[in-house]
C-alpha cells in the first residue's frame, strides 16, 4: 500500500477514529489509518468491555465495543495492539478477535492475561504476539509501533509511540506520572523527551483526572500508612483493592508482613493477578501466603486478607464475608475492613451495602480517608499539563473520558497554546494537515454481551427489558374458532404486576371482562383482521390496567385461531 | 389510659419504635408509646419516603414506609408530629393518612406543605393542625410534645421536646449548629441548654454526617463566594439547588440581584418552594423575579436561571436545560452551570449525564468545588458531639442513619460516657429502665406506592419486574382438545430477548421445535395434568433458551382447553 504512485499518495490521510473510550470512561477502542480515504490500513488500539447496570443495560453481560466498521474493513487490519491489562483496555480480545483475526500485539504480562482471554475463545495461538518494550518495534502496514513503559496502577503499562507517514503520534493509554510506582517501570522523564524529541504530530492522552486540581501521589507514599494501620489493628484485617493493582497488592502482603500478620489471598482475580505477575517476573519478592484453612487456624490479629470486591460486586470475597463466610473465614467484633480503593460513580451502593452488612457484624470500616490508603492511577491536571510539556505535541486529541472530561482537557492545553480537538466516539479525525479535523461521522454504538449473544444496543431488547421492569407485563391469549368467532372469553396473566387495583376485584378479572366485552361487541371483520384485533385487544389491556393500578403494562398477545 | 389503677401502672412502659429512616436514610417514621404492653398510647414522628432505583425498585413510584404495625393499632395512635418538610418526613402524609386518620401536628410552613398532601388525598381539614414553637406544646395521650426551632437546611425545622411518664425524651429531627442560617431560626445553644435543664432520659438524635470530622460550616458562609461566582461568569449561569433549601435559593437571588442577573425561578418544586415560603412570611425579603419569556429577552450576562434538578432527575428542569431548551430558554457555549449541592449517594449518574450534556452545549459545569459552594444541613461529628454535651441524655439514640451511621453514633457517645443502642427499624426499645434495651421485634419492611396502588416490598411482584429485567420474558402458548390431545404445535413469544442464538436459527423456531417434540410424545396422564404440563413447557422453553442466548428467561405459559 505505501507504494501507490505519487499521484494517488498526495490524497493520503493519517486518521483518528475512536471506537470506545472517548466520551465515556471504559470500553476503551482506537483506531489509526493511513491511506487514501476509505482504503487506510489500519491498526487498532485496545479493545476492552464496559460493565453493564441495572438503569442502562439490565442483564447484559459485559459491554463491548461496536466493531462494525472494522469488521467491514478486517482485510484493512495489520494488527492490534494492548496497552496494558485492565479489562477496559483488553477485555473484549477474546470476544472480538473472531471478528477482526488481527494478531494482537502485547508486552509480557498483559499478554498472559489476554493468552486466558483469547483460549476461552479459542483463538489460535498466532493471535497473540509479545512485543519487547521500546526501543523495539513492530510494523504493522505504514506503522511502526513501539511500547514505552509508562506508570500506571497495573503492571507494564505502555505509551505508544506510532510512527506514521504523517509523523509521529503518542498514545498515551492510562497513565500517571509516578517515579516510585513499587511494582514496574518508574515514570521515565528522560525517556519520554528522547521519544518525543523528532517532533511528534499528536499526542492522545488520557483525560481521566483532569478534574483533578493537584498534583498525583505516588503508590510509594502508601506504604507508611498503611503498616501503621495493620499494625494498630486488634483483630483480623481485611484490605480489599483492585486486583490488577498488583502494587498495591505488595504493598499491602509487605506492610502485612512487618506488621506480623499472614497474608491469605480471597477472590479468583486476586488470585489469577498475583499467579500471573509472579509468573512473568513482576513479584519475585511477594510476601508467602497462606491458604484460608489455615488463616481460618491463625490467631486473628496475625490475619490479613486481601480480598477482591471493592466495588461492591455482589459475588465477590467481599461480599461473601460481609454478608457471612467465606471459605471457612468470617469476621466479628473486633475485625476491621480496609476500602485501599475509591468507588467508581454507580457503584456507590454496592459499596455502601457492603459497609453496612459489616457494620451489622461489628467489623469496623475504614476507607480511602482522604487519599491515605489509595492514590489513584491516572495523571492528575498538573500531571496532565507536565506530560503536555515534555512532549510538545502539534495536536492534543483527548481520550479516555466522558465529554466533560476531553473538553476541559483540551482547554487546558489551551493554555499553553496546544491545538486540540473533542473527538468523541464515532468521530474520525484526519490529522494530515496543520490542524485536526472532523473527516467523517461513523455510525458506531455499543455491542452487548446478552447471555452468549451479542446484540447492538439498539436492537431495542435490552429497551424491552427495561419497559417490563418499569411496567410489568400481561398475557392475552385468546381463541377463534374456524368460522373467525371468538372461543370462549379472552385470558389474561400477569407478571410483576399488582394483583388487585382500584375496584378492589382481582386486576386479571377486570380486565378479562373488558376484553370480553370488546370481542363479543366486534365485528366479523375486526376478528379476521390479526393486525387490528391484536392492537385493540393490546389497547384495551392497557387502558383497564392503567385505570385500575396506574401502570401500562407491556403486553403480549397471542391469538390462537382453528382452522 | 394515664388513669389506669397503680397495680397495672407499675408495668408501664416507654417506647420507642423506629418503622423507618433507622437503618438507612430516608422514609423517616417512628414511633413512641407509653402504658402496658400491648397498651400503649402512640404518638408518631415524622411520615416520610424514600426513592426507588432502578437496581432494587425499578417501576415504584414511591417509597412508604410499612404501617401495618401502626394501622392494626389505630386506635391507640394519639398524634402524628412532623419536624420539618423535607420529602423524606412528610412525603407519606397523604398516601397514609386514610390508613391511621390521626391528628396531624406540624409547624406553619411544614403544614402548608402538608396540607397540599394531605388535600390530593382528600384528607379532612381536622386532619392538620398548626403549632406554634416551644414554649407551646400539644397534648397528646400520655405526651406533651413541644417544638423547638432547630436550623437545618429547610425553614422552620424543628427538634421535639416529648415529655412523657418516664422522663423527658428530645427527638432532635434533622438538625445542623448553624448560628447564621441565612433563613429561619438559628441554633439557640441557650434555648437547648433550657430544654434539657430538668434532665432527659433520651436524645433521639440525627447520625447523617457522623462520619464527617471537621465542624459543620454556616449556611452564611457561601455568600461571597456565590457572589463572586455570578459576577465573574460572563454568560447566562444557571444554578441548582435542592428547591427546599430555602436559604440556599435566597443566598442565590440576592447574590445574583447584587451581581446585576434578574432572578427566574424554573421547575414546579422551585416555584411551589418559594411561594409557600413567602406565604408564610418566611422570605419578606426575597429579590423580584422575571418570568422566563422575560428572561429569555435579556441579556445573557443579566440572568440568573434558579432551577429543579440538582440530582439528575431525568424531567427536571436541570436535565431539560442540558437536554435541549425549557420554556424557551436555552443554554449555549459561554453560559455557566452551578451545582450548589451534593450528590445523594446512587444519584452519581443520573448528576454526571446532565454534566455531559452541558459539556456538549459548550456550557462549564461547576460544582459543589470543596464546599465553597454548597453546605451540609447535617450536624457533623463535631457538632454531634457538642449536641451531646448540651443535652446531656441518659440514653443516646441514633436515627437518621444506615447501620454504620448509628454504630459510629454509638460509638461517639460512647466516648464520652453516654449509654447508647443501636435501633434498627423494627426494634422497639424499652426505654423505661436504667439502660435501654430490646422490648421486641417488630415485623416491618416497605410500602411500595407503584402506579397508583400500595403493595408491599416481599409481595414479589418487583422481584419479578426484576427478573424480567435480567432474563427477559417469554410467551408459551398451546391448544390441547376435547380428547386431551395437543391441537397444533406449542407457539412462542419472545419479549426482550436476542432473536437469534447458537444454532443460527430463530430463537422461537428452536424452542417451538423442542416443545413441540416434547408434547407429540407426551402421555395423556401428562397432558392431562395441568400442572405437570404447565412445569414441563416452562422447564423446556428455559433449557432451550439457555443452550441457544445463554439466559434463562422467565416464562408465561397459557394452555387453552377445548372443551
Known sequence: MSRAPKSAKAA?????????????????????????????????????????????????????PD????????????????THAHEDHVGAVGHLY???????????????????????????????????????????????????????????????????????VIHSGDFKIDETPVVGEAFDRALWAEVAKPGVKALVCDSTNVFSPLAG??????????????????????????????????????AAERAGRSICLLGRAMRKMVDTAQSTGLLPDFPATVSPEDAAGMPRQNVLLLVTGSQGERRAASAQLAQGSYLGLSLKEGDTFLF??????????????????LSEKGVDVVDDDGGKYHVSGHANRPDLAEMHQIIKPQFLIPMHG????????????????????????????????????????????RTYLDGTVQVGSMDGIVRDRIRMALNGHLTVTMLIDENDEPLGDPWVELMGLPEVGRSKAPLVDVIEQDLSQFVNRANAKTLRDEDKLDKELKRIARQTASAEIGKKPEVTVVVSRLS
Do not use: C
Not at 68 to 78: G, K, P, S, T, V
Open 217 to 254: 501521589r505516588s503508590e510509594g507514599t502508601l506504604s507508611p500508612a498503611i503498616e501503621q494501620f495493620l499494625r494498630d489493628a486488634t483483630g483480623m484485617v481485611v484490605a480489599t483493592t483492585f486486583a490488577s493493582n498488583v502494587a498495591r497488592l505488595k504493598t499491602i502482603a509487605v
Open 67 to 82: 466493531i462494525a466498521w472494522l469488521e467491514a474493513r478486517r482485510e484493512q487490519i495489520d494488527a492490534v495492539f494492548i
Open 98 to 168: 473472531d471478528r477482526l483475526r488481527a494478531p494482537i500485539y502485547a508486552r509480557k504480562f498483559t499478554g498472559a492475561l489476554a493468552r486466558m482471554k483469547l483460549d476461552e475463545h479459542g483463538a489460535p495461538e498466532s493471535a497473540l504476539r509479545i512485543v519487547e518494550k521500546w526501543p523495539e518495534t513492530v510494523t504493522a502496514g505504514p506503522f511502526t509501533v513501539g511500547f514505552v513503559p509508562i506508570s500506571h496502577s497495573i503492571p507494564e503499562s505502555a505509551g505508544l509511540v506510532i510512527d506514521t507517514p504523517e509523523g509521529r
Open 340 to 357: 485501599s480503593s475509591k468507588i467508581i460513580p454507580g457503584n456507590e451502593r454496592g459499596v455502601i451495602r457492603i459497609m453496612n452488612a
Open 12 to 64: 493520503d490521510r493519517l486518521i483518528y477514529l475512536p471506537l470506545g473510550g472517548a466520551g465515556e470512561i471504559g470500553m476503551n477502542a482506537y483506531v489509526y489509518g493511513y491511506g487514501a480515504p476509505g482504503k487506510e490500513r489500519l491498526i487498532v488500539v485496545d479493545l476492552g468491555v464496559a460493565f453493564p447496570d441495572m438503569d442502562t443495560t439490565p442483564g447484559v453481560d459485559l459491554i463491548l
Open 402 to 445: 466522558e465529554h466533560r472530561h476531553l473538553r476541559e482537557h483540551v482547554k487546558l492545553g489551551a493554555e499553553t497554546g496546544l491545538q486540540g480537538i473533542v473527538a468523541v466516539n464515532g468521530m474520525m479525525i484526519d490529522l494530515s494537515g496543520n490542524a485536526p479535523k472532523v473527516a467523517e461521522y461513523i455510525d458506531t454504538g
